[in-house]
């Protein structure tokens, strides 16, 4: 029995988005964090309609959302500074966190959130 192959498939299927457009990775990240993930999938799928742009898929708003949540309690160089300033931290932890060394915990101080 031979098969018979259409060489069209181009209406089939649903549009994928295989890059997610900076605007879009803009809204999941700014998003409020009580609003649920498929809430979250259903208005960034609208902004993408509005913009005429593929519908990112709910694995990939969960992943940028995971990402965007974890990447917020992280304590960056002007974190430092800033604690430096305060006289939160020692001027040390400066070059040990460039060097890759972890920060110590230090009351008064934006710290890393402590792992379960």
């Known amino acids: 029995m031979p098969s018979q192959v259409s060489g069209d498939t181009g209406r089939l299927g649903t549009r994928a988005a295989p890059r997610i457009d900076d605007r879009l ?12 993930a498929a809430e979250l999938t259903r208005t960034v799928g609208s902004a993408a309609d509005a913009l005429g742009l593929p519908r990112p898929s709910y694995q990939q708003v969960r992943v940028l959302r995971r990402y965007a949540e974890e990447q917020a309690g992280r304590v960056t160089d002007m974190d430092v500074l800033v604690d430096i300033a305060f006289r939160a ?27 379960k």
């Open 25 to 36: 990775v803009a809204l999941i990240i700014h998003a409020a964090a009580g609003i649920s």
């Open 89 to 115: 931290r020692p001027a040390t932890d400066l070059p040990n966190r460039w060097y890759g060394d972890p920060l110590p915990w230090r009351p008064g101080a934006k710290n890393e959130p402590r792992s």
